[in-house]
């Protein structure tokens, strides 16, 4: 059965950083480009950042470029996405998500992709 397992939430002070992993479990994530979501209490979930099955093509929101990297260790099975000058804007659900088309992830088509369970990332001082 395939599976993503997200980790590495918490709670951090504005200006910190914090590093998300994804896990695969039940297939292998070569085949899978990925991307992070998240969403914030009484908003829609919105795309953060996505990865092509090589790691060679990313893509990252308007709201985290420069600030976030997304990056992938296939022999791991596992997807990053690491964080920094967090801001309390930031603070969301995160979640990952598989799919076998980049442009699937890229633009968010939500049924055609394989989701997390999510984990809370909360910016506070």
């Known amino acids: 059965q395939l599976q993503l397992v997200e980790s590495g939430g918490g709670l951090v002070q504005p200006g910190g950083s914090l590093r998300l992993s994804c896990a695969a479990s039940g297939f292998t994530l070569d085949y899978y480009a990925i991307g992070w979501f998240r969403q914030a209490p009484g908003k829609e979930r919105e795309f953060v950042a996505a990865?092509?099955?090589?790691?060679?093509?990313?893509y990252y929101a308007d709201s985290v470029k420069g600030r976030f990297t997304i990056s992938r260790d296939n022999a791991k099975n596992t997807v990053y996405l690491q964080m920094n000058r967090l801001k309390p804007e930031d603070t969301a659900v995160y979640y990952c998500a598989a799919s076998t088309s980049l442009s699937d992830v890229r633009y968010g088509n939500i049924d055609r992709l394989y989701w997390g369970q999510g984990t809370q990332v909360t910016v506070s001082s």
């Open positions: 990865i092509s099955r090589g790691g060679g093509t990313t």
